[in-house]
């Protein structure tokens, strides 16, 4: 769910989900910069690999989005095309930065 | 039911364990090829679920064949993985998978899923009906067993190993395994010589013999099988 703020929520009924949901936020978040060493050091299995698992685990944590961004960094690293792979790693920043778990009132 | 989960990716097989622990099941976690070769050689499991692209540990797919062509383990298989072209699917399924899920999954159709294994397995508990494995009969709402149609007294605990015995019959199954579906997950106090004399007890009590058609063999360091004697003596069964 989209906020007014431009915030995605995500929202959880109980709190091993929502520990483990926070938990896979927290290192999304620390992926982003990892990310951008390995484009920046022409590491594309690393961003393959990374992708890969985004892709099966996004939409289990009730990310889809990050199932998509995760099929686009794969396709792109396993091509080698470091300028097509800008896109959806500035869309994977935005999204792990704008996401918030929520609590079901 | 007590799940192996084969999955290089540790938030994936943390959320998967939750959903499945919550729904009633125990799973372990096997991170890699070798681990899953080992832990699967020490301990049973009911389902295995196993994804396919392991990174550089290798495949599932060469576990899924080792399971069924080396070892001859027809325990059910989940397969889950991102690879959703029907090529794949179809290799898997050949290669012996009893499913397939295609990643991202989801909690409630993975846990359909996995119950409908179960079931389809003989291996969810139910209270309901008979299980025939003749001459053995479980009344399940009644929790009695009958041996050719004569009641045998068993206590609760005896009832409930000789049922999980027989759901698995050819199957062999670890002390583990048993302690876990039996004992429940507490079993800090409980030895290993207690499962032994259980065993032994629903041995006697049930006539379990090659004359009335099953075996019930302690496998050393490991755990027991029940299965069915191939030529069995048509005698009638022996009173206790």
């Given amino acids: 769910m989209t906020t007014e703020s431009g915030c995605f929520d995500i929202v959880v009924d109980d709190d091993a989900t929502e520990h483990l949901l926070r938990k896979y936020l927290a290192n999304r978040r620390s992926q982003s910069g990892e990310l951008r060493r390995a484009l920046s050091a022409g590491d594309f299995a690393f961003i393959e690999d990374a992708g890969h698992k985004l892709v099966g685990s996004g939409g289990a944590y009730g990310m889809p989005r990050l199932t998509d961004i995760g099929a686009r960094l794969e396709e792109c690293a396993i091509l080698k095309c470091a300028t097509d792979l800008s896109a959806p790693l500035r869309e994977f920043d935005a999204y792990v930065h704008n996401v918030r778990i929520v609590r079901r009132q | ?240």
């Fill in chain 2, 1 to 240: 039911m007590r799940i192996s989960l084969l999955e290089d990716d540790l938030d994936q097989s943390e959320i998967v364990t939750l959903w499945l622990e919550t729904a009633g099941h125990r799973v372990t976690h096997f991170g890699c090829t070798e681990d899953f070769l080992h832990g699967t050689m020490r301990e049973s499991f009911d389902l295995h679920i196993l994804d396919w692209m392991l990174g550089q540990s290798g495949s599932g797919l060469d576990m899924l064949k080792e399971l069924r062509r080396q070892r001859e383990d027809n325990t059910p298989v989940i397969f889950v993985t991102v690879k959703s072209q029907e090529h794949f699917i179809v290799t898997a399924l050949d290669a012996g998978a009893d499913d397939y899920i295609v990643k991202p999954l989801r909690r409630s159709e993975l846990v359909a899923r996995v119950n409908a294994l179960g079931r389809r397995a003989g291996l969810l508990e139910s209270n309901r009906g008979r299980l025939e494995f003749p001459p053995y009969t479980f009344d399940l709402e009644r929790r009695e067993v009958r041996v050719a149609g004569v009641a045998v007294a068993l206590t609760h605990r005896e009832y409930e190993l000789a049922l999980f015995l027989f759901r698995r019959a050819g199957t062999l199954v670890s002390r583990q395994h048993v302690l876990e579906e039996i004992w429940g997950l507490d079993q800090s106090k409980v030895y290993t010589r207690t499962v032994d004399t259980h065993v032994s007890r629903i041995r006697k009590k049930l006539n379990i013999a090659e004359q009335t058609g099953w075996t019930l063999t302690s496998v050393y360091q490991h755990g027991y099988r029940l299965e069915a004697v191939e030529d069995r003596d048509p005698d009638p069964i022996q009173d206790n």
